[in-house]
């Protein structure tokens, strides 16, 4: 469902661009995401005790992939409602297994490229109102900043001066917020951990290729991850990452749209590619493309950029990858969940006229920020109620 009237790039300081640049910005820009992708890899890591090199891998080699495919700043995030499910019932008992993750995202893969080589995708965005997905971003946006004070209030001092820095150099092409933070946040971390820097001296560069882990997943394993996993995460991918990332990347590239079609084709492409090395369930969310925007990002580079960054540690550095991980404090992760979600809200302030269509906008915003999937159904819910004008405001 195309935005009507977009705005042109130059509107919002996003200069038109027709192939993918590797610049200082585009440099920067590729670390936005890292406030979701180390939490979910850390948990998959130490809880699920999977193998750092499939993880990685796949994440790196989607990225790169899809950085090159559509030219903009399209993430690869994990699954936050699988990853989620999978660490804490494996914190707390043995029913979740490494090989049923690899089975939800075998069976995610699947379900994904039928709806998009059906068609299916496009028709269920035109089911779905526009203001209902702006709701939906308004709502990531806020759980985003949510999330990051929370981890902000870990030591404030480090949050508040980091903060500081990446807004005064946020719009800065020269000296990109994002490098100073990240110094200083690992300058923290190794000062507050010293054994760390022991074990990162002490690394060995060594190759080491990933597991093949489909012949690993039994029918138990299928049947877990279907119903414990891939199941409950079906709403909120629709959601964030179908909806909302097409809602966010033709907002701001409008001369590089994206179809529901190739969204829904590539998150199963990656999905049953991922599986087969040891991989994890991702997707295309759109907090992702709001936090490689908000530090520099203005094209597929910096999603190649952190792809090449994720094959090569993946590859050489995989026994080390946890060690590094834990380089950075959780304040500085705060900081930048905070400002994506601070640039994921602002765009989504496009409210509708009607005041039942604004009630319901409000009220889907405020569920997504406890659950997309919920959120989901509620504006759906709220739109088929306004329309038949049930709503008297």
Not at 274 to 290: D, E, K, L, T
Request: positive net charge; hydrophobic residues 55%.
């Amino acid at each position: 469902m195309p935005v009507p009237d977009a705005p042109p790039p130059e509107a919002f300081g996003l200069p038109v661009s027709r192939g993918n640049r590797f610049d200082l910005a585009e440099w920067a820009g590729a670390f936005g995401d890292l406030g979701t992708l180390i939490p979910f890899v850390i948990a998959y890591l130490s809880v699920m005790k999977l193998d750092p090199t499939g993880v990685l891998l796949s994440f790196g080699l989607a990225m790169i992939a899809t950085g090159a495919i559509y030219r903009t700043p399209v993430p690869v995030q994990p699954m936050k409602a699988i990853g989620a499910v999978a660490a804490a019932q494996a914190a707390q008992t043995a029913v979740i297994t490494p090989a049923s993750i690899y089975a939800a995202g075998l069976i995610t893969g699947v379900f994904w490229l039928l709806l998009g080589t059906t068609n299916a995708a496009k028709r269920i965005a035109q089911i779905v109102p526009r203001h209902v997905v702006i709701a939906i971003v308004l709502g990531l946006g806020m759980a985003f900043m949510l999330e990051g004070i929370k981890m902000m209030a870990a030591h404030w001092l480090l949050a508040c001066v980091g903060l500081l820095v990446a807004v005064a150099l946020l719009g800065s092409r020269k000296v990109p917020g994002m490098f100073i933070l990240l110094v200083l946040g690992v300058l923290w971390g190794l000062w507050h951990q010293p054994d760390l820097a022991e074990r990162i001296a002490g690394t060995r560069i060594e190759l080491k290729l990933p597991p093949l882990t489909w012949p690993s997943i039994g029918w138990s394993d299928l049947m877990l991850g279907l119903v414990f996993l891939a199941l409950p995460q079906l709403p909120m991918t629709m959601g964030n990452a179908l909806l909302a990332i097409r809602q966010e990347n033709n907002r701001l590239f409008p001369d590089r749209p994206l179809s529901e079609r190739k969204i829904a084709i590539s998150t199963g492409l990656m999905n049953v590619a991922g599986s087969a090395i040891g991989g994890v369930p991702m997707c295309h969310g759109a907090g992702g493309m709001a936090g490689h925007v908000a530090f520099g990002a203005r094209t597929g580079g910096a999603v190649v950029i952190l792809g090449v960054i994720l094959v090569v540690v993946s590859l050489l550095f995989g026994g080390s990858l946890e060690t590094f991980l834990r380089v950075l404090p959780g304040p500085v992760v705060g900081v930048i969940l905070f400002l994506t979600g601070a640039q994921l809200a602002l765009g989504s302030c496009d409210f509708p006229k009607n005041k039942a269509e604004r009630f319901v906008t409000l009220i889907t915003a405020a569920f997504a920020i406890w659950n997309v999937g919920i959120a989901f159904a509620a504006g759906l819910l709220g739109a088929w109620v306004a329309r038949r004008g049930w709503l008297k405001l």
